[in-house]
């Protein structure tokens, strides 16, 4: 069920409905219906099968809770690990390392057939996966408190509002916020719908419009010329940022409109100074569960251990860990080459002195130093994006082989959009050139990565009054507010009747 579907539409309404006019001791319980009914409408088998794998690690918590022997907790966590970990392999990375397997075996001579798996991925599997590894993680380390309400619980780990695309919650910050009764608040729903209709703006009007563009490079990458394949990395360097922030927005505003804060994802990501920083303010909530359950317990192990100093085990284990979660991202080489590469680049910043991995705040040198990584970020996204890694290739090493030619190319990767067709009729220019008609579209495109830049610039740079969009927009005067909202929601509707569908938000397929 996608969020701009009628049908979430209405599930939305009619839940926020009964859950402020109900009697206040079913409030959660509506919230917990509504995700129920979200997950069972992608599939009535993974629903069944997801909900008894969260079933069996509520009881396998209250056991580590009741447990004291080391043995028998160790044992209890190690089921629970292996159980969440294998199904997220079965589905999302059986096929992946059956082929690798096959690949390694062909060139020794050996003949093996593949064997592969005809299944979709579960929705939002690997958000839930790793949320249910740090709660059970946590409840073993005992920082954690074991829930006792089955119903609570299961709304950790499926409140339809992030189920899909996170933020990777954790159970000391979701838990207590779903445990009271919720007052209506006008402030918080207006606060909430605000900040859905910013997410919304985000993905149908800048994320999709990129997507056209990005799209035409990355499927046809041979075609394309030098300075059509440095677009279409820069349109995609905006376009995911504006497509999975977007989703954060989107449901940190939904579950505002309940009372509930989610964990903030974004930071202005493209202003950081180094690549260390940029994992700081890019899906934070991931960065966390990293540094906590992986990057710490893996250097701990090492240290321990004595066989390398301390910093070649920070840049081992920063290289391992990023290369880890560039396959949790999908299984393809290219995630995984991502990974990698991130996680080089980190380990070799922490080898460079204090004063390279540090800006000079309002200085020439900082922004520098920030458009070299945000070049260095751009460039890596390559990976992310491309269909296999002899498309990324293709696509670095032939970035200023055909500089030469002519710029006309450059529109080649672009569709006419019946918005900027329609809007140019009503201006009175109906006879326009297709050539023009797709110039206008490429201007429209780079005024909106200007629009998204400058109000992350207004966050990050800006009068403290500025340091949320919503207060900006708090301080205009009636008919100037009015005029935003109204303006943004025109853009919304006349983009999502443009196209015949709205695509998946990226993060959707992880």
């Excluded at 004595?306 to 081992?316: C, K, P, Y």
């Excluded at 710029?407 to 959009?417: C, E, Q």
């Excluded at 909106?448 to 992350?456: E, H, K, M, R, V």
Aim: with cysteine; aromatic share 16%.
């Amino acid at each position: 069920m996608s969020v701009f579907s009628l049908e979430f539409s209405a599930l939305l309404i009619i839940t926020v409905f009964a859950f402020y006019t109900l009697p206040m001791r079913f409030q959660w319980w509506i919230v917990l219906g509504a995700s129920v009914i979200f997950y069972v409408t992608s599939s009535v088998t993974y629903a069944v099968l997801i909900a008894g794998a969260i079933l069996i690690d509520f009881f396998v918590a209250r056991a580590i809770t009741k447990t004291d022997p080391p043995v028998v907790r160790k044992r209890l966590l190690g089921f629970s690990l292996i159980l969440n970990i294998g199904l997220l392999f079965f589905f999302k990375y059986f096929n992946f390392f059956s082929e690798a397997v096959a690949d390694l075996l062909a060139p020794c001579g050996v003949s093996y057939e593949a064997a592969t798996i005809d299944a979709a991925l579960p929705l939002g599997i690997s958000f839930i996966t790793f949320a249910k590894i740090g709660y059970m993680l946590d409840v073993y380390n005992r920082t954690t408190e074991s829930e006792k309400n089955i119903g609570s619980f299961f709304l950790f780990l499926g409140f339809f509002p992030n189920i899909t695309a996170g933020p990777i919650e954790r159970a000391r910050h979701l838990l207590p916020q779903v445990k009271h009764a919720i007052l209506f608040d006008e402030h918080q729903l207006t606060r909430g719908l605000r900040r859905i209709l910013w997410g919304a703006f985000k993905k149908v009007v800048i994320a999709e419009r990129l997507a056209v563009y990005v799209n035409g490079v990355f499927d046809h990458p041979h075609d394309a010329s030098s300075v059509t394949l440095i677009l279409g990395i820069l349109f995609f360097t905006f376009q995911i940022y504006a497509d999975f922030s977007g989703y954060t927005d989107i449901a940190r505003g939904i579950a505002a409109l309940f009372g509930v804060e989610l964990f903030e994802n974004f930071r202005q990501p493209y202003f950081a100074f180094s690549i260390l920083d940029f994992w700081r303010r890019w899906h934070i909530s991931l960065t966390n569960w990293i540094r906590e359950f992986m990057f710490m317990p893996l250097s701990r192990y090492f240290l321990r251990r004595e066989w390398f100093s301390a910093r070649t085990i920070q840049v081992a284990s920063y290289i391992i860990v990023m290369s880890v979660i560039g396959l949790w991202h999908g299984a393809n080489w290219t995630f995984v080459v991502w990974g990698l590469i991130h996680g080089i680049l980190m380990g070799v910043e922490t080898t460079l002195p204090r004063r390279w991995r540090m800006p000079q705040q309002k200085r020439l040198p900082a922004i520098l130093q920030t458009t070299l990584v945000f070049i260095i970020i751009s460039l890596t996204w390559t990976f992310f994006r491309a269909n296999t890694l002899a498309d990324a290739s293709y696509v670095l090493t032939h970035l200023f082989a055909s500089l030469n030619s002519p710029l006309k190319h450059v529109l080649d990767p672009l569709a006419t959009d019946p918005i900027t067709v329609s809007t140019l009729d009503f201006a009175g220019f109906s006879d326009l050139s297709v050539t023009t008609i797709k110039t206008v579209q490429l201007g429209v495109s780079f005024g909106l990565i200007g629009f998204l830049l400058f109000t992350d610039w207004l966050t990050e740079h800006g009068p403290a009054h500025y340091a949320d969009h919503e207060h900006v927009i708090d301080r205009l005067p009636g008919v100037a507010r009015w005029t935003v909202y109204y303006g943004a929601i025109a853009l919304v509707f006349a983009s999502l009747n443009a196209v015949a569908s709205i695509t998946d938000f990226v993060y959707v397929q992880f």
